[in-house]
């Protein structure tokens, strides 16, 4: 079983708020990523990380950002909540480079803003 | 830019046939191929990685193959179930991890 923890599971929030998703894994992997999905579609990448004080953007523009400042710890955080930003927010964690490394994937923060 | 395609996009059967899942991706620079599974509401499980360099891979019910040069993997299930109702994503690994849209499969009892 793969040592990577999203919380909390589910939020739901007002218009306005700010929020910080949180995502952590155990396995020491350099490679963290943030895709978002909403219900019944595909993932797409919004932030993804080399590791520590490395952050990219992904494929799909987001008005949330992230920090890493450990190498274990991926948060991701919306400065002002709004419904358009409600679905599920899905943090992965891998051995970059390597042919023979997994992804790993956390069970995901499902988003309601009200 | 990565594009990867599932085909088809769902797919219908009664237990204990077998099932085909195919995966196009348009750059063959890849580190490896992963397949997941996907229940609704729910994360991803993984259920086969395919390095760049193999041509297959088994996991019980489950062979994956990998055709790097024409840019395919298909996912084969054998004698489906019903358990084995889900979407089933491949994800394509370059320098990130690329996903298709997936195919959702009902298996019916």
């Known amino acids: 079983e793969a040592d990577i923890y999203q919380t909390p599971r589910y939020l739901v929030i007002g218009t306005g708020k700010k929020i910080t998703l949180e995502c952590s894994q155990t396995?020491?992997?350099?490679?963290m990523y943030w895709y978002q999905q909403d219900p019944g579609m595909e993932l797409h990448l919004i932030h993804y990380s080399y590791g520590v004080n490395s952050t990219e953007k992904g494929d799909l523009s987001s008005e949330s950002t992230v920090s890493r400042i450990r190498t274990e710890h991926f948060p991701l955080t919306l400065e002002s909540a709004r419904p358009s930003h409600t679905s599920q927010y899905l943090c992965?964690?891998?051995?970059?480079?390597?042919?023979?490394?997994?992804?790993?994937f956390g069970q995901g923060t499902r988003l309601t803003v009200v | 830019k990565q594009e990867v395609t599932q085909i088809p996009a769902a797919l219908s059967v009664p237990e204990g046939e077998n099932l085909v899942l195919n995966c196009s991706f348009t750059d063959s620079a890849i580190y490896n191929l992963q397949w997941f599974r996907q229940d609704p509401g729910k994360g991803l499980t993984s259920l086969l990685l395919i390095q760049s360099s193999q041509r297959e891979q088994t996991s019980g019910r489950l062979n994956a193959s990998l055709d790097k040069s024409s840019g395919r993997s298909t996912l084969y299930i054998a004698a489906s179930q019903p358990g084995d109702s889900a979407t089933y994503l491949c994800a394509v690994n370059d320098y990130k991890l690329s996903f298709g849209a997936g195919t959702t499969v009902t298996v019916r009892a």
């Open positions: 992965a964690s891998e051995v970059p480079g390597l042919t023979n490394t997994e992804a790993f």
């Open positions: 396995m020491g992997h350099d490679k």
